[in-house]
């Protein structure tokens, strides 16, 4: 029988810098659930999303806010951002979530400078007040042990207060002992929709902190694991009855959180937005205010 490692302790609290707060809180009348997507400038989006005439990161972006006002930035974890780069999404119509850097979750090599260069980076869109958190995702194989707690500590030293949300693949840390840990940081647990397969991280209604970040990804199980491109296993178009699955567990974390976000990942063909909105309309269907 093979014998279970015992679980790292966790533990500690820091407050959230002044900045760091007000970059949560500046929206106005903020509605109970943001809905929106994981990137925006796709090709692919042209004609599915986007109508002939409008190219260029400019326009699609004004187009995106215009009918979301979540944006998750991913582009800046296959390249390490800077405040310039990302001064064009400082905006008062959009809450933005910023995908941490590959070299803090999945090389994790970056260091202290890193993460002090990814902190500077963000300096337009706290300063806007419409960052909304940090997205650390990290991969399958990132599984709690002792040495991964020890990680996720550094990593919360090193986003310096700014807050930031935590998405794990692996069933590994659907634990009471983490979300305990995450609850006395005031980081928010990413809840995933994936494929129902051993290992990853199954649906789950946990707030840990003032923000509850939901993610789809689409259940291509067959892609998950064996795909010639990573992207093959975001291809998917959300049955009505996938979406309303989420439909009671959204508004139940709309009564456990501040804000809810909600992002949709499977971005092949033009998938996202057309399920975003769906679900959208879904959960203004039961009386839940959607932005």
Not at 131 to 150: C, H
Request: a positive charge; aromatic letters at 12%.
């Amino acid at each position: 029988m093979r014998t279970r490692r015992s679980a790292p302790k966790l533990g500690g609290a820091a407050p959230l810098p002044r900045a760091a707060r007000r970059s949560v809180t500046a929206l106005p009348d903020p509605p109970a659930v943001l809905v929106g997507c994981c990137g925006f400038a796709y090709r692919e989006w042209e004609g599915a999303f986007y109508p002939e005439g409008i190219r260029g990161t400019a326009a699609r972006l004004d187009f995106y806010a215009s009918r979301f006002r979540l944006l998750e930035l991913d582009f800046t974890y296959y390249g390490m951002p800077t405040a310039k780069g990302l001064a064009r999404y400082a905006r008062g119509d959009l809450a933005v979530v910023v995908k941490a850097h590959r070299s803090m979750t999945h090389e994790r090599d970056a260091g202290p400078g890193g993460f002090a260069r990814f902190r500077e980076a963000l300096g337009p869109l706290v300063e806007a007040g419409n960052l909304l958190a940090v997205l650390g995702q990290f991969p399958q194989s990132f599984r709690w042990d002792r040495g991964s707690a020890e990680y996720l500590r550094d990593f919360h030293e090193g986003m310096g207060g700014i807050p930031w949300a935590l998405e794990t693949r692996s069933a590994s840390w659907d634990e009471p002992r983490v979300r305990e840990w995450l609850a006395r940081k005031g980081i928010a647990l990413c809840l995933p929709d994936q494929p129902r397969l051993p290992g990853l991280f199954p649906p789950r209604t946990y707030a840990t902190a003032g923000l509850s970040y939901v993610r789809f990804h689409g259940r291509n199980a067959g892609a998950w694991h064996a795909h010639a491109e990573a992207a093959e296993r975001y291809t998917w178009d959300y049955r009505d009855a996938e979406l309303a699955e989420w439909v009671e567990r959204v508004a139940e974390l709309a009564r456990r959180a501040a804000r809810v976000a909600v992002a949709f990942n499977n971005h092949n063909f033009g998938a996202a937005p057309r399920d975003a909105a769906r679900f959208a309309a879904m959960l203004e269907e039961k009386g839940i205010r959607v932005g």
